[in-house]
């Protein structure tokens, strides 16, 4: 069994560029959940995808987008991207029958200058 | 809205020494209740959780007891070791993971 798995590590980007990040799920989890960590806080809440729809979201603005494709892979798309999107964006994917069970991947740390 | 509050640190203890980091939450209703730990370069790794009043969650040594008097959830560990020095969260969920809220975090260093 492969656990999540998220790409790039690390990425440099500059202000007013977009980025898109990926996850990949761990085998036979169906929801994947996007959460961002700035330096020193805890993770907060983008958005959760479940069979390729949004199944909630948090306080983010419209430019935080996502897609899960069949595979239940997915991806977190920022565009317009400003300094303080500079942060860890940690993916977490779950199986809808284990109640709450989140299994996280590493991370991508996202630099904007 | 949902929150989790959490002792600020960092903790430093020395190896073998009564760890407790204190969590309390403000949520309308009765959340589930969970402890994240974070490993250096690593993600968030369920340490465990309680499900509704009075539960106790239990994992590797460490326990928190879901107070809905108090609104807390505590962890516990009788005997920390230089292995346990990490980050930890607290926090929150009323559903299918939807709205995890977490606590800022509580960076425990343990010296040997």
């Known amino acids: 069994e492969t656990g999540v798995t998220q790409s790039p590590t690390h990425l440099i980007k500059t202000r007013g560029q977009q980025v898109t990040l990926r996850c990949s799920s761990q085998?036979?989890?169906?929801?994947v959940s996007w959460y961002q960590q700035a330096l020193g806080q805890g993770p907060q809440f983008i958005f959760q995808?479940?069979?390729?729809?949004?199944?909630g979201r948090g306080n983010f603005p419209p430019r935080f987008s996502g897609l899960q494709f069949p595979n239940y892979s997915s991806e977190l798309n920022v565009n317009a991207l400003e300094l303080d999107d500079s942060a860890l964006y940690l993916c977490a994917t779950s199986d809808s029958r284990s109640y709450n069970e989140q299994f996280f991947g590493p991370g991508t740390r996202l630099t904007v200058l | 809205g949902n929150s989790v509050t959490q002792m600020e640190g960092p903790v430093t203890l020395s190896e073998e020494a009564f760890l407790t980091i204190n969590c309390t939450y403000t949520a309308t209703g009765y959340p589930s209740l969970f402890w994240y730990v974070q490993y250096p370069g690593e993600g968030l790794q369920l340490l465990l959780k309680a499900t509704k009043a009075d539960d106790k969650g239990s994992n590797k040594g460490f326990e928190a007891t879901y107070r809905k008097e108090t609104t807390s959830f505590h962890l516990e560990k009788g005997s920390v070791q230089v292995s346990d020095s990490a980050v930890y969260f607290c926090?929150?969920?009323?559903?299918?993971?939807?709205?995890?809220?977490f606590g800022p975090g509580t960076r425990l260093s343990v010296l040997p």
């Open positions: 995808y479940y069979r390729e729809e949004e199944n």
């Open positions: 926090a929150l969920t009323f559903n299918y993971g939807q709205n995890f809220v």
């Open positions: 085998s036979g989890h169906n929801t």
